[in-house]
């Protein structure tokens, strides 16, 4: 059942004016560095990045080497440092800060749980994070930080109903931007489109912060995109742009958006500019899908000789990432090497990004009776995603299920025509085989 804050977000987009992974801000880390900066040191420390959070904090342990407080904010700022630059690296040493608080404090250390159970989040250890945000939460049941932590493990683990629980008290105790686009990504995996845009609209008029301007409106962007709307989405990446210049984030945004109107010039010029400041296993993939639509398979390639190195250096430092090779094994690789990797990710957790993963593999290996059970589990939330329903078309099709396969490959490119440069038109030319119109 919808919770009471979640419900009155829903019936505002009906009012609201106004133009989704987990979900972090910049909020946090400037508050953290301004907590951590030591008086009287011997030079200027920038309390507005992430970097000079961490630099704050390594100063203030320079000089009182027992603040495990301190420590604590450390770990948390390497966490954030780590999702930033896509730098795998920085985990293990934010797992040392950390360790070294609760050395430190072992009990009540409510700053050094929430930084586990971040960096668990961040290393794709969703039950590990549950653990550590319980505990948080059990020392201090109004810290909303560690129901922030809960939220967004409870989601990646498929666990909805705990998710809301978690982000209603979240929105209780701290309605925020932080609260609202954790919200606002409740409701786009519901299918509730308008109240995830509602949500996300009022986290914007929290944002103070450049990068928390950005922030919503890359989402606010990304709605428009995956919704069919790429000139709207195109104008949310230009305010966001504004706000924050050159954010990576902003920058594949808009790559993606360009693309789709047509503007390849422009899409390759920021692939390329993004993916080499932050080679992440999205971007890249992206950028591939747009260089094997084009022709250029060679290119394409490399990239994914690249993405290869970045999952093993991920791996190398605790990351748990089986989705993403599954995703790429499918399309691009072995389909049963496909199909193990997503078995693995699915039995750690049953999120619907990884049903589908799991459906397109056993595809994909010619499973397609399997595939159709994985298929139904993906749409089961109503989440309005043309990638689900794609997918969800092509196993109908294979399985001689016409009138299904019609209907979804309809709703694929209903929701968004270009959800992929190299899948939107297979999409396009099954539906005309089967008699159907896009």
């Known amino acids: ?50 970097a000079g959070a ?51 404090r072992p009990e009540g250390n409510v700053d050094a749980y929430v930084g586990e159970g971040a960096l668990a989040n961040a290393r794709h250890e969703f039950a590990e994070a549950v653990r550590w945000g319980r505990r948080a939460a059990s020392a201090d049941p109004y810290d909303a930080a560690a129901l ?10 498929g666990r909805f109903d705990d998710a809301d629980s978690a982000l209603q008290r979240m929105l209780d105790l701290q309605p925020g931007l932080s609260s609202f686009s954790r919200a606002s990504y409740a409701f786009e995996q519901r299918g509730d489109v308008p109240a995830a845009r509602a949500a996300l609209t009022r986290a914007l008029a929290e944002a103070v912060d450049p990068a928390d301007v950005a922030f919503c409106r890359y989402y606010l962007g990304q709605l428009d995109f995956t919704t069919g709307a790429p000139a709207a989405a195109l104008e949310q990446y230009r305010l966001g742009l504004l706000a924050q210049p050159g954010a990576p984030m902003l920058v594949a945004g808009r790559a993606a958006a360009a693309a789709a109107a ?21 971007y890249l993939l992206e950028y591939a899908q747009l260089l094997v639509s ?27 990432d089986d989705l993403t090779a599954a995703v790429v094994e499918a399309d691009h690789g072995d389909p049963a090497d496909a199909v193990r990797h997503a078995r693995l990710e699915w039995d750690r957790r049953q999120h619907p990004l990884v049903a589908d ?24 939330t109503g989440w309005r995603n043309a990638i689900f329903a794609y997918h969800r078309g092509m196993i109908e099709k294979s399985l001689g299920h016409d009138d299904s396969a019609r ?19 297979v999409a396009r030319r099954a539906l005309a085989e089967l008699g159907g119109h896009p």
């Open 1 to 50: 059942m919808r919770s009471r804050y979640l419900a009155v977000l829903a019936v505002s987009a009906l009012t609201c004016v106004g133009a989704a992974a987990l979900v972090g801000t910049g909020s946090s880390i400037t508050h953290l560095a301004g907590a951590a900066a030591p008086s009287g040191s011997s030079g200027p420390v920038d309390r507005t990045s992430t």
């Open 54 to 104: 961490i630099r704050a904090a390594q100063l203030r342990l320079d000089r009182v080497p027992a603040d495990d407080r301190t420590w604590a904010q450390l770990g948390a700022a390497y966490v954030q440092q780590g999702r930033i630059t896509a730098d795998p690296t920085f985990y293990p040493k934010a797992e040392g800060a950390l360790a070294r608080s609760l050395r430190l």
């Open 148 to 157: 922030g932590v809960l939220t967004d493990a409870y989601t990646q683990l």
């Open 262 to 282: 047509g503007r390849t010039d422009e899409a390759l010029r920021d692939y390329a500019d993004v993916t080499a400041r932050l080679p992440l296993p999205e």
């Open 294 to 320: 084009l022709g250029r398979d060679a290119d394409a390639d490399a990239l994914y000789v690249v993405l290869a190195g970045e999952q093993q250096l991920f791996a190398a430092n605790g990351v748990q």
């Open 357 to 380: 993963a799991l459906a397109w593999a056993l595809h994909r290996a010619g499973r397609d009776a399997e595939a159709r059970e994985f298929a139904d589990r993906a749409a089961g």
């Open 407 to 425: 209907r979804e490959l309809t709703r694929a490119l209903d929701i968004n025509p270009y959800f992929s440069p190299t899948q939107a038109p």
